[in-house]
Structures are given as C-alpha cells and as structure tokens.
C-alpha cells in the first residue's frame, strides 16, 4: 500500500484491498442493474441460467429509472388497447430518418408493443401497484373501472398506462433476491474479456473494482448483457452549480458499456448524434409547471390569469380539457403533443397553440407564464401533481417531495412555466441559427441517438454479447428498457445454456485491464477527475457542439488526444470512490474521441441527427440516409454503413411479425 493510501484509510470507512482478487463464474453476466437489467436478471433466471448483476450502485435504487416512473409506454397488449403490433410499430416507419423515435429503432419498437404491457403483469406478480387498486381515482375519465388501468395522454388509444412506478424498481429487487440472483453492488466494470484475449473475439467475461473496498473482480460468463446507461457528461459538467437539472438521466451513468464494448471490438452507430440540453435553466427537470410529458395536458395562464388555448392537431381550438386527451376522427391513437416538432403529423396529439410565441410578443399574453393546477378538474390535478410527478424518477423527490414539504398546494398554488423553445412552439423543425458560443449539448434522452449495433437477438456484432436498454443504437425509455432486457436476458440464457465450454479468460487481458484500473491509485499528485471532466466538457463544447466543420472537429481531436497523451495520464484517486470518478472521466475522454471521429465521417447535415455540418449544409440528402458504424481494430478506428431498415432486409426476413416469431423465444 503507498503511501497516499495509508493516509487516506485512516479516514475511509471500508477496508481497502487494491489489487486484491475475487473470481465470479456464471452462465450469464449482466453488467448494470438498472430497470434493463433487472428485467433482463428475471427473464435468464426463468431460463434456467445462473445470473450475476454487476452495478455501480445499490440495485434497489440504481439507474435511470430506479427512484421511479410514472407512465408505462406501448402497453397495447392491455385489455383495453385494440392497437395491433403492426399499427404500432407503423409510427416508426413514419420517421424521416428512422432514428427519432423515443421508441428504438424498428426491432426494440416492435418487441414493445408484443411485450410491454406482459413484462407490466410481471412486476405486479411481483408486488409493485400498478393499478388504482385503492379506487383513489374512481370515476376518471382517464380510469378503466373494470380492471382499474389508468392511461396517459391518449385516453382513446389507451397504449399508455399511468402507474405507481415508485415502487417498482424495489419489487424487482426484492423477487431477484428471492430468486437466487447473485448482486455484486458498489462494482465498476472496467473492461469485457474477450476469448483469448484478442479484440473481435466471444466476450467470456469482463473484469471491475469495488469502489468501496477497491477489490478487483474477474467474471467469467458464457454470456453477457450490457444494460448500463448511456453518456451523461460530455458537453456538460457542473453538478455542484446544477444538480439534478444538468442531466435527463442518472448523473452517474458515464457512458460505460458503450466504451468497454468499443474497446472490445463491437460495432457502434449514430455516435455522431446529440441534441442541446433541454433544461438551459437548470431547474429540476419537471420542476417548472408547463403543459407536456409528466405535465400533460396542464392549463396554462399567463400573469394576468389568462388562459392559453389549446388546438388539436389540425389547429383546432378546443374548448374543454377533456378534449385535450382525445384524438381527432380517424385518429387511432397519438403519442405526443403536436409541439414536438420531429413527431410525424399521423401520431401528433392536442398541444397549447402553436403561435403562442407570436401572441406573447403582440402583447396578448403577458408572461411569465403559470401551470394553473387548481383549474383543472380535481382528478387531472391530483393525477399530475401526485400520480405523475409524484412517481417519476426525475422529480419524486426533488420536485414533490420538496414542493410540498416547502408548502406548494396544487388544489390552490399556481407553479410557474419557463417558455418553451422556440422549436417546440412552431411545430416544425427550426431554421437553423448559427450559435458562436459554447453550447452545453447531452447525447441523447430517450431516442435518436447513437449505442451498439444489434440484431433479432439483441445481440451485438460480437458473440456472446447482448445489449438491452440505453446502449442500444437508437436509445430506449423506460417501457423500452424493460422488454429489451426481458427479451436480451432470455436470449443470453438459451446462449449460454447451450454452451458446454467453461469461460476462457487470458491472464494477459486480465493483468493489462488490472494495471490500467489502478493507474491513478498509484499516483499522489497530479490531475483531478473533476478538472479533467471539466476540460474534456469545453473542448465539446467549442470544437463539437452545435455546428461543425472539419477544422471544429480536427481541433477537437487534437485536442483530446493531446489529453489522453498528457494531462489524463496523470489523473490521480486517494481513495475507491475518487478512483471510480477517475475511471469515469477517462470513460467519458474515449466516448469523446469515438463521437468526434463519427463526426468527421459524415458529411452532410442531419435533422434527425441534431448534426449540423456548416461545410456541408445540405440535410439529410439521399447518398446519406444510412446509418455510418464505426468499431476498433488492433487500437484503429474503422468505418462501415448500414442501410436504413437493415432489420428488414437479408438475412432477415421483410417483415417485422416474420424476423419476431423466428427470433423471440418466449
């Protein structure tokens, strides 16, 4: 032990063991614990498989969607919902670029709508309510009375089921104890294990740190499935100014599985993607009132009490709330509000009006503008403000805890709104305006944005290797998250069980991935975590932000690898958690360099991308309308495309039904 560590273990309250060694062998090795995760743990136990969940976290609690949710998307198999899986998954085809949908892309989409609402049953078999089981909102216009469902947003549709999401994450905890699912908790994962130890090879297993106790883990697995989170800090970091309000998903997700999976050889896409940040604010995310996702459909008013309109999707105004909810004649369901400018016009649902900004500034509407609870009926509120934003991971605790502990009353308060962008209010996608300041950007929320290439099986270009959730290309939700691990963890099992070869890990591997774990341990001094994330933060921010040219993103380049030669060789921890952090801000150095690198190879501009290419201005042209890969051989990035709809073309069969029943493995 050096001796920066014996001055630190005086103070640390768990025994350090660096370098110390603990071997896991099980059939199937799930690395995150987050809602794909645990979905994914209880569909490979129901197979028969041995499961191991690895986790940075506490299980219970881990993830982006640990604290809780509060509305269950592509529920269409409920009693309810007469939407079939090929009208369901139609939205996605109705995407310019195939990419935006909050959905996935086309396989996750479709394993949702013949999945989700069998994996909601589950969690109830498990204990979680997910019914209005206590009648609390008997009488509902948005309540089926018979089986007590309650449904969001499209009270037609009927796709999409409100529930008391806070407890779920406990309940999958509790049965996956029960059910004999080995937990290693506080474990970051730092690399896979390729067969052999060569790059491109079967993943056998993968290698962590304790980052309580510092000890080194090897796995062994016959399969394994990646359920991390995506990158949450690559144009932005300053959680002690923002707090909760920086990120859409847990600040604590670095980008983890994209990286090890790179480094191990497997194909990535759509890395160039990102999006502006869309809280610039910095209020906790749905701590503001307005009129859309966990506030949908609120009444606005402005400061004189006057009350916004709402139009239907063809610019109709409507005249009750209850109108807001419904779809328009010929409409079998919608998804989203008409303010969301990527959505195709077929799935667009009621919004405020779409001139609002015209009206604010002619002096019609006098801001700031309020979310005007105690206007709507007792049973919207109360749905709102204490089933939505009461069970939403995001704003449980610091929205409606802490609201109503300060006093905030939603049968008399009001809640002010922040005005919308400009984007959302037109409806349309903006005319693009240069921005010459650093911009903060985030990779993504829950769809359009870039993650491991996958096939029917969820599995990645490398065998052995599932992925389920965010790391999957194209994104996931909360309901996503769910049936993609439901689905990756059974087929990692019928993988594994059908494997007689124990792992075969190379030592090799091992001891380089253990030296590079402990780097910053052995140091006493040199470059902090925070200053380092910080730097890297800038650099996207100014060469890889809203608008690119190949000079931008030469400099960036050059800029992060000078980095990566200097100032992060000397990143330095005095202890398990700071050498986690450390891990995490190199994690978020090679994230940087691979979205940089995809950046240079596409050469043109792409709405559905939010990639804004300044010397090649023309959007989304034909030549371009692919995804572009990119994967590391022997230290080198190299570049491949896939066609759009590639899960539909040879070797797959054409249709989606098709490739699902050859694939699904129920």
Request: net charge negative; hydrophobic share 35%; glycine share 10%.
């Amino acid at each position: 032990m050096d001796a920066a560590t014996q001055d630190i273990s005086t103070k640390w309250p768990y025994p350090v063991r660096y370098e110390e060694e603990i071997e896991d062998q099980t059939d199937v090795l799930i690395i995150g614990g987050g809602i794909a995760g645990c979905h994914a743990a209880l569909s490979a136990l129901k197979k028969g498989a041995r499961v191991t969940i690895v986790d940075k976290s506490a299980v219970k609690i881990s993830g982006s969607g640990g604290i809780g949710v509060d509305h269950w998307h592509g529920a269409i198999g409920n009693p309810c919902c007469d939407i079939t899986p090929e009208e369901w998954i139609e939205q996605v085809d109705e995407y310019d670029y195939k990419v935006t949908s909050e959905f996935g892309l086309g396989p996750v989409c479709y394993i949702l709508g013949k999945e989700s609402y069998d994996a909601m049953m589950e969690v109830e078999e498990l204990g979680a309510q997910v019914r209005d089981e206590n009648d609390v909102f008997k009488g509902a216009d948005f309540r089926d009375d018979k089986t007590k469902l309650m449904f969001a947003y499209d009270y037609d549709g009927k796709h999409c089921i409100r529930v008391f999401g806070s407890g779920i994450k406990a309940a999958l905890y509790k049965g996956l104890k029960k059910a004999g699912v080995k937990f290693y908790e506080h474990v970051m994962v730092t690399g896979l294990l390729n067969e052999d130890g060569k790059q491109g090879n079967k993943v056998v297993g993968a290698t962590g740190v304790n980052v309580r106790t510092g000890e080194f883990i090897i796995f062994k697995a016959k399969a394994t499935v990646i359920g991390s989170g995506r990158s949450n800090h690559i144009w932005n970091f300053s959680t002690e100014k923002v707090g909760l309000g920086e990120s859409p998903g847990d600040p604590n997700c670095a980008g983890d599985g994209f990286v090890m999976a790179y480094r191990a050889g497997a194909e990535l896409t759509m890395m160039e993607a990102s999006r502006p940040l869309t809280s610039p604010g910095f209020f906790p995310r749905y701590g503001q009132g307005n009129s859309h996702n966990t506030w949908y459909a609120c009444t606005l008013v402005d400061a004189n009490g006057k009350e916004v309109p709402w139009v239907d999707r063809d610019g109709n105004q409507l005249e009750t709330v209850s109108q807001r909810y419904r779809t328009r004649p010929g409409q079998k369901f919608f998804l989203f509000s008409c303010h969301y400018p990527f959505m195709p016009f077929k799935y667009r649902g009621p919004s405020i009006t779409l001139d609002l900004e015209k009206r604010i500034m002619s002096g019609e509407f006098t801001l700031p503008l309020y979310a005007d609870l105690p206007g709507m009926p007792e049973h919207e509120r109360r749905a709102i403000f204490g089933l939505m934003v009461g069970n939403e991971g995001k704003s449980r605790i610091p929205v409606y805890d802490v609201y109503t502990k300060a006093g905030f009353d939603p049968d008399k308060d009001l809640l002010q709104n922040r005005a919308l962008p400009v984007e959302c209010l037109k409806g349309q996608k903006p005319e693009p305006k240069v921005k010459l300041v650093p911009q903060p950007r985030n990779f993504g929320f829950v769809g359009g944005y870039g993650g491991l290439v996958f096939d029917w099986d969820l599995k990645t270009t490398l065998d052995g290797l599932y992925v389920a959730g965010e790391p999957m290309a194209g994104g996931a939700n909360y309901s996503t998250s769910v049936t993609s691990g439901r689905y990756a963890g059974r087929k990692a099992a019928q993988y594994a069980m059908g494997s007689s070869d124990a792992a075969q890990i190379s030592r090799e591997q091992v001891d380089s991935e253990k030296k590079r774990a402990y780097d910053p341990i052995k140091r006493t001094e040199g470059m902090g975590w925070k200053e380092l994330q910080t730097g890297l933060c800038r650099i996207m921010q100014e060469y890889c932000g809203e608008y690119k040219t190949k000079e931008t993103l030469e400099l960036a380049g050059q800029w992060l690898s000078n980095i990566h030669d200097s100032e992060a060789s000397t990143v330095f921890a005095r202890n398990p958690h700071e050498l986690q952090r450390a891990l995490e801000v190199l994690i978020s150095l090679e994230m940087s360099q691979v979205i940089v690198q995809a950046s240079m190879v596409r050469k043109a501009s792409s709405s559905d991308l939010g990639f804004n290419r300044i010397d090649y201005p023309q959007v989304d042209p034909d030549e371009w309308k692919k995804y572009l890969t990119i994967k590391s051989e022997n230290g080198q990035a190299v570049y491949g495309e896939l066609p759009l709809n590639y899960w539909l073309k040879p070797p797959y069969a054409p249709t989606y039904a098709e490739n699902y029943e050859n694939h699904c493995f129920l």
